[in-house]
């Protein structure tokens, strides 16, 4: 699986948007994009996932480089509920068996 | 009633002890996982099964042992724990892919072990 890279710590004022990044360089053509966030100690959660265009669900926007090699994962109207560590995970679609999780980065959101 | 349950949500124990954590889920899914969490760090994979009679390693296996008793329920057990094994350790589940589609992991809240 390619190696992801996330900055170790972000802040964002609540209302505002996050834009949280990952570099993911060595992606390969049937790699996905994956985001998970760890709200303190419990177990992940899934939020995303892209594999080219750009995607939105109710949580969150992905939007992925043309060249597929970083993303950003955006909250638009960050609450104090989405401090958490948000997690960018590449892996092949069909590669269900594990998750491969990096440190992430810690976002804090300040009133 | 959550879909993934953990117990012991918290347990201590001594070096040497046998301890086994268990996982249920409500959710029908074919495949469970364990991880753990060491502070500051990403979750490790340390064994995952793909139905009742298939068990497969993950990044860490050492030094644990699971079963899978019946689709919804899955054990780890640490045989004869020891301090570094100290972390917070995760169930999850997922759906069996099929045809390419992606089937997101659910996960349990966790159970936190010490090993003194």
């Known amino acids: 699986d390619a190696k992801t890279t996330q900055p170790p710590s972000m802040d964002c004022a609540e209302g505002r948007a996050a834009n949280l990044p990952c570099n993911h360089s060595t992606i390969s053509g049937n790699e996905y994009v994956y985001w998970y966030r760890q709200i303190h100690s419990q177990g992940p959660q899934y939020i995303i996932h892209g594999l080219k265009n750009n995607e939105t669900n109710e949580m969150a926007s992905l939007i992925i480089t043309e060249d597929r090699k970083s993303s950003t994962l955006i909250l638009p109207h960050a609450t104090l509920r989405d401090t958490a560590v948000y997690y960018c995970i590449v892996r092949p679609y069909y590669n269900t068996d594990k998750l491969i999780f990096g440190t992430g980065t810690r976002l804090q959101v300040f009133p | 009633d959550a879909d993934v349950t953990q117990t012991p949500r918290n347990r201590i124990t001594k070096t040497g002890k046998r301890i086994m954590l268990e996982c249920s889920q409500t959710k029908g899914h074919d495949r469970m996982y364990w991880y753990r969490q060491d502070p500051g760090l990403g979750l490790r994979l340390i064994y995952y099964?793909?139905?009742?009679?298939?068990?497969n390693k993950g990044e860490i296996s050492d030094g644990y042992s699971v079963s899978r008793q019946a689709q919804a329920k899955f054990s780890l057990s640490l045989e004869s724990a020891i301090p570094n094994q100290t972390a917070l350790y995760f169930c999850a589940t997922s759906d069996t892919a099929t045809g390419g589609e992606f089937y997101e992991q659910y996960f349990g809240p966790g159970t936190r072990l010490t090993v003194t």
């Open positions: 099964s793909f139905d009742v009679k298939d068990i």
